[in-house]
Every structure is written in structure tokens, then in C-alpha cells.
């Protein structure tokens, strides 16, 4: 029973080897057809790669920055303990690079209209839609994960259109995300420079009103200024003190005509004028008149007040706003260009030796299996003819 099985399996093993010997000698009697039928294909194939157009493809690449935003649904995931996103950031600059409005931007920067419509521009409500729509086969874009960085090409049939394209993208991406970003940091710096500048409205006009009232009330500093009409006043009395004792020792000698005992009466009446303004009992306008100051106090005390508040006001609104700013830096989503867009060269495509030997392997498979296939049939009609 052995012996049976092992023969068995001897026998199968010669009819795969002349199935083998079999095919080979099916490809070898019509060697001449696989290698005509071969040749014509990739001749062909090399001459329409020669007759296609030339695409020039420019590329770029970009890194995201910032968007470290403290508010808002990443913060929350984050308090929640649910894992963010890593590439967030590059999803939402996919996002804008891939969008029709910056591609209508870009047909609008370089009048591309009349090249990608051409005559057929009137044939539509929206050509520049359309136009930017053509271009979603012409821009590309690709994230790279592994690094964070995001890659953008352009192809065109002129080179340099190619990289004045990719430029153009690249200058519209960053005017979005500009216009885009309106982050709590960017909500609190227009706040905060609205009210600095209220504020330094008020301040002007508390300070033209303290201004005012120094001119009209001929008083700067009120508490000094009472400390030195005191003082003033004081030294006034002293002197008509001393001044009165002389006078009366001066007339038991001397006749009320003399030159000195006339001086002395002289001044002895400029100090009780003096003394009479620092009172205000004569002149009340005078700059020396205690009342004159005092009364002026409250309302000068009032808009002094006014000023210095405003004044501690306005720091404090100009540290917050200056803070708000370096926040809004860290949290608006902008772009670095780590490989600025090339200038290609040579064309990208059509890729010749690609398609020579994708077609000539394509056409030696494609000519033995036609060979196969024609074997097949001759088989078929003689097995039928017997």
C-alpha cells in the first residue's frame, strides 16, 4: 500500500515537471511575439512619456507654532484627564491650506483666473470658486507626524508660476490664521487697550482741571504751601515784635521827625500789611493768605486725588496689557517656514524611466499571458477535433 502511495506521488511529480517544461516551451516558440508585442509597447510608452507635458512641482515646508491656548476645549480635556491631540495644531493649518477661500486668494494675488477658465470663465456664476476648485489636484499637502512639520507642494507647467504659487499659499496661510485667531488673550488685549485709552482720556482731562484750578487758586501744593505762609507768618510777628520794642526805645531819644525813627515806623507798617494779607483781612487774592489756600483745598484735593488714581489706573492697565500681549503671542497658531518654496529645475513629471519600465514589464506579462491564452484555445479546438 506504501509502495502504491510513493508511486502515486512519483508520477504526480513528473507531470508538474512537464507542465513546467511545458509552459516554458510555450513561451519559448513564441518568443518573437513576446518580444514584438514587448518592444512596440515600451517604444510607445517612451514616446508618449517624451509627448506628455512637463509639470514642475516646487515644494515647502512648514512647522505650526504656538496655539498653546489655556482656555478652551484643550484646556478642558486636559482638567478632564483625556488625552489632546498632538497633531491639533497640524490639522488646523490643513485645514486652512486645503480651504477654498485661501486658493480663491491665490487665483485673485496672481490673476490666475484667465489661465485655469481660459475663455469658459463667463460660463460660470462663481469663476473664481471654480478656479479654486481646479486647483485642489495642483495643491498638495502632507503632514508629517514623526516630525510635526507639514509638507506643500505645487505643481504647474512653468516653474516659476510653480513657486510664485506655493509662496502665494504660504503668505495667504499666515493672513488667515491672523485673521482667524480670535483666542481669550486677543478678546482681553482689545478690552484692556480700550479702557487704557478711556483712561488716559480721563487723566488728560483730570490733569487740564488740576491745571485750572493752580492758575485760578494760585496754589500748587496746598499742605506746603499753608507750611510756608505759617512759617512766613510767624517770622512776620517776630519781627514787629522786635521791631515795636526798638521803636519805643528809639522815641524816648529821638524826635518823631528823625530819619530812623521814620524808617522804622515804615517798616513796621509793611509788616502789618504783610500780616494783614497772611490773615486775610486785606487782600484775599494775595498769594500769602492762608484763607485763600485753605479755601482752595477741597477742590483741589479732590481733582489731586482724581489725578493720582488715574495715574496708578493707567500703570496698572498698561503691565496688564503688555502681559496680554505675550500671552496672545503664545496663544495665536502661526507658521515658521523651515524649507522655503524651491525653484524646480527639472519637471517632476512625466517620470520617463517610470513609465519605460513599468511598461515594459507590464507589456512581457501582458504578451505571455496573451501567449497562454492562445495556447489554451488551440488545446481546446483539438481536444474538441479528436
Request: proline content about 4%; glycine content about 2%; some cysteine.
Amino acid at each position: 500500500m506504501e509502495e502504491k502511495n510513493v508511486n502515486i506521488q512519483h508520477n504526480n511529480c513528473n507531470e508538474d515537471e512537464i507542465d513546467l517544461f511545458q509552459l516554458w516551451d510555450t513561451i519559448w516558440s513564441n518568443r518573437k511575439f513576446i518580444a514584438a508585442f514587448t518592444g512596440i509597447i515600451t517604444v510607445l510608452a517612451a514616446v508618449i512619456s517624451f509627448v506628455l507635458p512637463k509639470t514642475y512641482t516646487s515644494e515647502a515646508v512648514l512647522v505650526p507654532v504656538g496655539g498653546d491656548s489655556k482656555s478652551g476645549p484643550s484646556s478642558i480635556a486636559a482638567m478632564a484627564g483625556l488625552p489632546i491631540q498632538a497633531d491639533q495644531k497640524q490639522a488646523n493649518v490643513k485645514a486652512v491650506l486645503e480651504s477654498l477661500t485661501l486658493k480663491e486668494r491665490v487665483v485673485k494675488d496672481l490673476n490666475l483666473l484667465d489661465e485655469i477658465l481660459k475663455d469658459k470663465k463667463s460660463e460660470y456664476k462663481y469663476p473664481y470658486q471654480v478656479a479654486a476648485e481646479s486647483l485642489n489636484k495642483v495643491i498638495k499637502v502632507n503632514i508629517d507626524n514623526k516630525n510635526n512639520t507639514i509638507k506643500v507642494s505645487v505643481d504647474w507647467k512653468n516653474p516659476d508660476m510653480a513657486q510664485k504659487i506655493n509662496q502665494s499659499v504660504i503668505e495667504n496661510l499666515r493672513k488667515i490664521l491672523n485673521e482667524k485667531a480670535f483666542t481669550v488673550a486677543k478678546m482681553n488685549r482689545i478690552f484692556y487697550e480700550n479702557q487704557l485709552e478711556e483712561t488716559k482720556n480721563q487723566l488728560k482731562q483730570a490733569m487740564d482741571q488740576l491745571n485750572k484750578i493752580q492758575k485760578e487758586k494760585q496754589v500748587i501744593l496746598p499742605e506746603n504751601q499753608i507750611q510756608s505762609q505759617v512759617k512766613l507768618y510767624a517770622d512776620l510777628i517776630a519781627e514787629k515784635l522786635q521791631l515795636e520794642a526798638k521803636i519805643k526805645t528809639m522815641s524816648t531819644v529821638l524826635t518823631p521827625d528823625h530819619p530812623e525813627l521814620k524808617s522804622a515806623y515804615n517798616r513796621l507798617a509793611f509788616l502789618n500789611q504783610k500780616i494783614a494779607e497772611v490773615e486775610g483781612k486785606v487782600n484775599t487774592e494775595s498769594p500769602l493768605s492762608v484763607e485763600k489756600t485753605l479755601s482752595a483745598i477741597p477742590e483741589y484735593t479732590s481733582y489731586y486725588l482724581k489725578v493720582q488714581q488715574l495715574k496708578a489706573k493707567y500703570e496698572i492697565l498698561a503691565k496688564l496689557l503688555e502681559q496680554t500681549r505675550i500671552d496672545e503671542l503664545k496663544e495665536n497658531l502661526y507658521v515658521e517656514v523651515i524649507d522655503y518654496p524651491t525653484y524646480p529645475e527639472k519637471p517632476s513629471k512625466p517620470k520617463k524611466k517610470l513609465i519605460v519600465a513599468v511598461s515594459f514589464v507590464s507589456a512581457l506579462f501582458l504578451a505571455i499571458f496573451i501567449v497562454f491564452i492562445r495556447e489554451a484555445i488551440k488545446n481546446r479546438r483539438k481536444q474538441s477535433i479528436s
